[in-house]
């Protein structure tokens, strides 16, 4: 490896992005099971007298939420793969994180202009429009973040190979 510090420093920066994520994303987790309207996302996709388990899967029953649920797991797939491969010495390595770090800023950036689950309304809406009623359903707290994990779960076979088409390994 050409730059050990940089590789250090990149592995550092990804399991900071991942700590970050995880913290949005538990905010908004947070922002549902108090029931607070001032957030427009719960204030669309929650109702105050929903159940707990309804509550936590309306967090990725709607198009911000299951965005941030996305990059939260991409990110922990390249957190992951960061830390496992840490002490690589092969020169796809840097590679493969180069890819995983540009789908998440792509993603990222996509978030933050467009589909942002954190905008705010003044006054507070006083209920929710409550959770899409064929989403009410438990199969909806498991399927969406089990179907997520596993797309990148065998992600990282495709960043190798951006990693070694882009080295022309291939």
């Not at 905010?27 to 936590?56: G, P, R």
Request: aromatic share 14%; hydrophobic share 55%; net charge neutral.
């Amino acid at each position: 490896m050409r730059w050990p510090a940089m590789m250090r420093l990149t592995c550092i920066g990804i399991l900071a992005q991942f700590a970050l994520l995880l913290l949005a994303f538990g905010v908004l987790t947070y922002c549902f099971l108090i029931s607070d309207f001032s957030v427009i996302y719960v204030a669309q996709h929650s109702y105050s007298l929903l159940s707990w388990e309804l509550k936590l899967a309306a967090v990725w029953g709607g198009h911000e939420g299951s965005l941030l649920l996305w990059v939260l797991l991409l990110s922990a797939w390249s957190a992951l793969f960061a830390w496992h491969y840490r002490q690589q010495t092969d020169p796809l390595f840097p590679l493969t994180l180069a890819v995983l770090s540009l789908m998440l800023a792509a993603l990222l950036l996509f978030v933050v202009l467009w589909s942002d689950p954190f905008v705010r309304i003044f006054p507070p809406a006083i209920e929710g429009r409550d959770l899409n009623p064929m989403l009410q359903h438990p199969g909806l707290i498991f399927h969406p973040p089990l179907l997520l994990s596993r797309v990148w779960r065998f992600d990282g076979g495709g960043e190798r190979g951006a990693g070694e088409f882009t080295a022309q390994r291939v």
